[in-house]
């Protein structure tokens, strides 16, 4: 109740506890869904090149292959289904309406996501095998066509690649739908972390825009002593032209004066 008390009272300790909080909530979200798109993008690559063989070879949408798209839509569709597997368990809020649904329309939704994130990572792991007998193949070729037998059947004859691109492309799924609890996450601090960017970004900005107006502005005295130069020196050297004779004149007339 006492820390309660002092953030209802806007004390600045508990306001800055709590702004340290949603700035490392904000920061560990960050890192991890940075770390998931390593895995996303990983993921991305195992599967691009086995899709060429299942889509029409030669489209293109937005200057993409086929293939690619085809890949990417797998991965956001991995992405989706984790999201809804967590909302349907309760570990994330992100969709109220989940939230608020009977028991057994979430279970129905948490069934149908486990079951489409298992098919998803089952034609991940086929298209990875697809993918290492494509590059096999690739490979017996260009053996074949330099002569090198006995490198194709040694080459042919070693699976460990091939049952470790299958479990990387069953595994990486599942982890990929994990990315929805830091998703969650960072939605949540970014509001709060992106304010005190754009407070820094406008009082840096302000600073910077001082320091300018200051420069301007010492420039333009520099300059206005500058003109002041330019006009009292001449006019200085003018004075000076102009006195001797007056000064020639006044002892000519005090030397008469005095013959006189």
């Given at each position: 109740m006492t820390q309660y008390e002092k953030i209802s009272a806007g004390d600045p300790e508990s306001v800055d506890m709590l702004s340290s909080k949603v700035t490392k909530l904000f920061i560990i979200s960050l890192i991890v869904i940075c770390v998931g798109l390593v895995g996303a993008f990983i993921n991305f690559n195992l599967i691009a090149l086995p899709m060429s063989e299942l889509v029409p070879a030669g489209v293109r949408v937005a200057g993409m292959a086929v293939s690619e798209v085809s890949a990417l839509v797998i991965v956001?569709?991995?992405?989706?289904?984790?999201?809804?597997?967590?909302?349907?368990?309760?570990?994330?809020?992100?969709?109220?309406?989940?939230?608020?649904?009977?028991?057994?329309?979430?279970?129905?939704?948490?069934?149908?996501?486990?079951?489409?994130?298992?098919?998803l990572s089952s034609v991940e792991a086929s298209l990875a095998v697809l993918r290492e007998n494509l590059a096999e193949a690739k490979t017996a070729l260009d053996l074949s066509l330099a002569g090198g037998v006995a490198q194709i059947t040694e080459s042919i004859s070693s699976n460990i690649t091939v049952i470790g691109q299958a479990l990387l492309g069953f595994v990486l799924p599942w982890i990929l739908a994990v990315i929805a609890i830091p998703l969650e996450m960072f939605i949540e601090a970014s509001q709060h972390a992106?304010?005190?960017?754009?407070?820094?970004?406008?009082?840096?900005?302000?600073?910077?825009?001082?320091?300018?107006?200051?420069?301007?502005?010492?420039?333009?005295?520099?300059?206005?002593?500058?003109?002041?130069?330019?006009?009292?020196?001449p006019a200085k050297i003018a004075e000076m032209i102009n006195s001797k004779p007056r000064q020639a004149d006044e002892i000519g007339s005090a030397s008469a004066v005095t013959a006189s």
């Open positions: 956001a569709l991995e992405l989706v289904l984790g999201i809804f597997l967590f909302e349907a368990m309760g570990v994330t809020h992100t969709f109220p309406q989940i939230a608020n649904m009977t028991r057994g329309k979430r279970k129905i939704i948490l069934y149908g996501a486990l079951f489409g994130l298992f098919f992106f304010t005190r960017i754009y407070t820094i970004v406008i009082t840096l900005f302000c600073h910077l825009a001082s320091g300018f107006a200051y420069l301007i502005e010492s420039l333009f005295k520099i300059i206005s002593h500058i003109f002041d130069i330019y006009i009292i020196v």
